[in-house]
């Protein structure tokens, strides 16, 4: 029978299959006999190319474009970023390029994307980075960007999405973008993140980060950096870029009382929440799982379940309380020509705040297209301030900010300073205030306490 | 669905072994459900966000709050929220508002206009009322769409059968594999694993029925991956649908891989639909003309749907009727080829290819994009037609092709 159609490879959810090749025929390496065909990880794909040219094995694989990109951005590179890209060329554009946080590393990928005119996917750690990044690439291109996460589901030739859904979208539509970009690429060895840059076929990859992953943090079934992207191809450190970028700051914390009301309900949450914790020694025996030790408890024990509703009321009644409103209140009239975020922990409250004063609320539901909006509209003056639940905590740019009113958080010490980084990019000589407002004698005292780091370095 | 966190606290590890503990239909349980479907009622029509407040409520201190919480998503599952039909887009609303913030109840010099005073504003200029305006600043968003429909007609006992279904393809979300061993080949099965995408790889068990392995491409490649524990989980209820089976998943849980095992025995129940007698006109008409020329007992062929599976590696082919002789048992396949994309078409062809039999007889529609050339080096009768095809010929045909 002469009907053997011609070999040809083709995507298949992550991998490489080769179709009307048989079982005696002598392929390299990586592909393996699995379920009566050739297969391999798309991984592969660069450095199978000479030979399925070789073996005239049609290649079905590639999706992507070649693009016309323009740059809308006058900015001009530094030194250090073109020499960081030169070396990100002469690597085969396979690699990782490490700066320190604030040397513009998003410019850079910005810059690769150009080089490369290429369908290109940028993988980004968290759904706040992944609307940033949509918000720079439009800026930069002027043209539709993708986006592809829990939320939103629309896929360009420039498409950002989380190393959460880049999975899904990788074993889809890997084949789509000739180039992939890891943001933040010491997520990648974590055994599910490092699965995706396996499953991609992309030929140029390209990691960013300030702080590459030590080799034990690439070891024990975790994957490899260097494996996945390529090696580092440039690095430049804190030092070799310090100078004065960082605004001067000052931060104010502010006292507030409960109403009598609020008092009374808080102290008798308080007061159940705290016997259970006592009494079990919830802290000395379980450290700094105390809390997800509460939460287990709380399935079977009825004593557990009241104290951590007691604990859950007694949260919500201080990120809500009547003074923290009327200071909320006063902050904006006294800093009626700043630029203002407040932070607070919960979504509803954060709506409560937007609609009493009429100004934007930022929270995980708010779409790629109205964040931008409205950092936008923040950013040229025409929104004051902007209330936000926990999205602006991660190297999110609100550069004309210049006050932030912290209503509510937790004890964590790394939001802390994150907040404060937001307000804390310099802009001409105005200095920077963070107000920090708290109920006195409340766990918000000593929560506030434990998130001040000893010294407080951005 | 179920959320990852509402099925963990139902799943214990024995010795090698993961164990979920299912909902019993007992008084206590009855009555939280009838509860629930009571209460899920009371608020159609109303936003989501009152019906969750509603359901904290009714949790209240209870420690069964996981329970509660899964029966509630069962019962979301199956509803329908929609967005509420809005004369502007809210985005653009809270565009026109915020541009006119910071406000407050009162005025000061630099605020001349209170909150009240600017919604009374932006109100008129949208000839809209306040009370309008308050409603649509936040409809587009999840908190706020309207419970449309409370979906299907749950009493007590089909909810916590339905939520015990939940349970277990909440376990398959940490799955790696499922292997599952079939003692007939109820057809529907296969219609399932490729509704669902997934790979297989089934192979005739020596003692009779099918043994089914199911993973993902990259499967092979990284051993532990959960990737495609979420379609297995979506497959399930298609197991349900054979008379006699088992099913064992290598789940990774609490850093172990443990044997997650279910069989026929059972007691959960499929929601899924077992499918109609015939995909299309085509096959009928011909099972129909079919009886009424050749049917009872004047006829020496009996004809049956869709009853044998031929296997061909990672999938399968189902031809639509099987001839069988009834007195010496020749057996002989029928496809009938009728409308189909292209794509489709040249799939078909492979695998009739692929299957290598000589008593499969294709009934091939004229129609249809396929040059008969293509069909040149099968090993198969194939039968063009112009309209529908004609018995007669279908018959000498079988009874040349019959082995």
């Not at chain 1, 104010?252 to 309900?265: G, K, M, V, W």
């Not at chain 1, 539901?365 to 923040?378: S, V, Y």
């Not at chain 2, 910071?102 to 932006?122: C, G, I, M, R, S």
Request: with cysteine; proline share 5%; net charge negative.
């Amino acid at each position: 029978m002469s009907h053997a159609m011609k070999p040809s490879l083709t995507f298949q959810g992550g991998t490489l299959v080769l179709y009307d090749v048989d079982e005696n025929f002598r392929v390299p390496a990586p592909f393996e006999w699995v379920k009566a065909r050739w297969r391999c990880p798309a991984y592969h794909y660069t450095a199978l190319l000479p030979w399925l040219r070789e073996q005239g094995i049609r290649d079905t694989l590639p999706r992507w474009e070649t693009l016309n990109l323009t740059l809308h951005d006058n900015r001009q590179p530094h030194d250090y970023q073109t020499e960081s890209l030169n070396a990100w060329d002469a690597a085969d554009r396979r690699g990782s390029i490490v700066l320190p946080t604030g040397a513009g590393k998003t410019f850079v990928a910005i810059q690769a994307i150009k080089r490369t005119q290429r369908s290109a996917v940028i993988v980004a750690p968290t759904i706040d980075l992944l609307h940033q990044w949509y918000a720079r690439l439009v800026n930069a291109f002027q043209v539709e960007v993708g986006v592809y996460y829990g939320g939103e589901k629309i896929i360009k030739p420039l498409t950002v999405t989380t190393y959460h859904s880049a999975g899904d979208l990788i074993a889809n539509q890997g084949s789509n973008f000739k180039l992939i970009i890891f943001d933040e690429v010491h997520h990648l060895p974590a055994p599910n993140w490092g699965e995706t840059a396996l499953m991609s076929p992309s030929p140029f990859r390209l990691g960013l980060t300030a702080t590459y992953p030590e080799e034990y943090e690439q070891t024990n079934g975790r994957w490899r950096v260097d494996d996945l992207i390529g090696p580092i191809v440039y690095t430049k450190l804190i030092d070799d870029l310090a100078g004065d970028q960082l605004a001067e700051y000052r931060t104010e914390r502010i006292r507030i009382d409960l109403t009598p009301e609020e008092r009374a309900q808080y102290d008798a949450d308080y007061a159940i929440y705290a016997d259970f914790f006592r009494s079990h020694n919830l802290q000395r025996t379980y450290g700094p799982n105390w809390l997800s030790e509460l939460m287990r408890r709380s399935a079977f024990d009825t004593e557990a379940r009241r104290a951590l509703l007691a604990r859950k009321r007694i949260l919500h009644l201080l990120s809500d309380a009547e003074e923290k409103k009327r200071m909320l209140d006063h902050l904006l009239r006294e800093y009626a020509h700043e630029q203002t975020l407040i932070f607070n922990e919960y979504n509803a409250i954060v709506y409560d705040i937007s609609r009493r004063h009429l100004i934007p609320a930022l929270t995980g539901e708010t779409k790629a297209a109205e964040r931008k909006q409205i950092l936008e509209a923040f950013q040229a003056g025409k929104y004051r301030a902007i209330v936000t639940s926990k999205v602006l905590n991660e190297g999110i740019d609100v550069p004309e900010a210049k006050i932030a009113i912290v209503l509510a958080g937790t004890a964590n010490a790394r939001e802390y300073i994150q907040r404060l980084g937001r307000v804390l990019r310099k802009v001409g000589n105005r200095q920077a205030v963070l107000f920090e407002v708290i109920a006195r004698d409340t766990i918000e005292e000593s929560q506030s306490q434990r998130r001040r780091p000893k010294k407080v370095r951005v | 669905m179920l959320t990852g966190e509402l099925v963990r606290p139902r799943l214990h590890p024995r010795s090698g072994k993961l164990h979920v503990t299912m909902l019993k239909s007992k008084p206590q349980a009855l009555e939280t459900a009838a509860d629930l479907i009571a209460l899920f009622g009371q608020h159609a029509g109303q936003p989501q966000h009152i019906w969750d407040e509603a359901l904290e409520d009714y949790e209240g201190e209870r420690t069964d709050y996981t329970i509660i919480r899964g029966l509630a998503k069962v019962l979301e599952d199956a509803a329908t929220f929609v967005p509420l039909e809005t004369p502007i887009a809210p985005p653009e609303l809270r565009e026109i508002l915020f541009e006119r913030g910071p406000v407050f109840a009162t005025t000061d010099l630099f605020h001349p206009l209170t909150q009240q005073n600017t919604l009374e504003t932006v109100a008129s200029e949208l000839s809209l009322s306040i009370s309008q305006i308050e409603t649509l600043l936040f409809a587009d968003h999840p908190a706020e769409y309207i419970l449309a429909d409370v979906g299907a007609d749950w009493t007590p006992a089909d909810l916590i059968a339905r939520y015990n279904l939940e349970l277990a393809r909440g376990v398959l979300y940490w799955s790696s594999e499922m292997r599952i061993d079939l003692r007939d080949s109820y057809k529907d099965f296969w219609r399932y694993l490729k509704l669902f995408k997934l790979m297989f790889w089934a192979f005739v068990n020596p003692d009779g029925g099918y043994h089914v392995t199911l993973d993902g491409p990259i499967s092979p490649f990284v051993k532990s991956t959960t990737r495609y524990g979420r379609q297995f989980a979506a497959f399930l209820p298609a197991l349900f649908l054979c008379e006699q089976w088992q099913m064992d998943a290598d789940v990774h849980f609490s850093q172990k891989v443990l044997n997650y095992h279910l069989d026929s025995k059972t007691p959960l129940t499929s929601h899924f639909k077992r499918s109609g007698a015939f995909d299309s006109h085509m096959e009928a008409d011909f099972a129909a003309e079919f009886e009424a020329k050749f049917g009872n007992e004047r006829g020496e062929w009996a004809l049956t749907r869709e009853d044998e599976i031929l296997l061909l590696g990672d999938t399968v082919m189902i031809p639509d009727f099987a001839l069988t002789h009834k007195e010496d048992g020749r057996r002989a396949l029928i496809e009938i080829i009728g409308f189909w994309h292209p794509d489709y078409l040249r799939r078909k062809i492979e695998k009739i290819r692929a299957a290598n039999r000589r008593n499969l007889i294709l009934l091939v529609y004229e129609g249809v994009n396929l040059t008969r050339d293509r069909l040149q080096d099968t090993p198969n009768e194939v039968l063009y037609f112009p309209k529908k095809p004609v018995l007669k010929d279908v018959m000498d045909a079988v009874e040349r092709a019959a082995e």
